[in-house]
């Protein structure tokens, strides 16, 4: 397809394989799962380790505001902005423990803007990761 485009975010952390952060296909946007790694440091916000690599704490809140900050990075990167969001898919590793908390969160940023949305409850990301966002928005020409 000649209309289609594939964008590499300069603002948001780097993929972890082989896909782009967002690929553009006539006036919809289709952002590949988006998680709240920090763009600077590839670390995960809201998770510390000690020197022998166990993890001493977990923030949940804090995942919850870098992930959708990363989201904005794409969407801003690829010319759309939050409000342009029609379809979010939500992966959570915890449903019990993080829902609550996630949707607290969630209801902060999209009081505006209000796309469709599905939580899934899942057993594990590719990294330590807790919640990633997978979306769909759609741009002007």
């Known amino acids: 397809m000649s209309d289609q485009h594939k964008i590499e975010s300069k603002s948001a952390p780097k993929p ?6 967002a690929r553009r296909v006539g006036n919809l946007l289709f952002l590949s799962g988006i998680g709240p790694r920090d763009p600077e440091t590839d670390g995960v916000p809201g998770l510390e380790r000690n020197k022998s690599g166990k993890y001493t704490s977990f923030d949940f809140a804090t995942q919850c505001h870098s992930v959708f900050q990363n989201v904005k990075r794409v969407l801003e990167d690829s010319g759309a902005k939050w409000e342009d969001l029609v379809d979010v ?38 990294s330590p990761i807790s919640i990633e966002l997978k979306c769909i928005a759609v741009v002007g020409d």
């Open 89 to 126: 898919t939500v992966f959570l590793t915890n449903m019990e423990r993080d829902f609550h908390t996630y949707n607290q969160i969630y209801a902060e940023y999209f009081k505006d803007a209000m796309p469709c949305r599905t939580t899934v409850g899942i057993d594990s990301l590719p």
């Open 16 to 21: 972890m394989g082989l896909y782009p952060h």
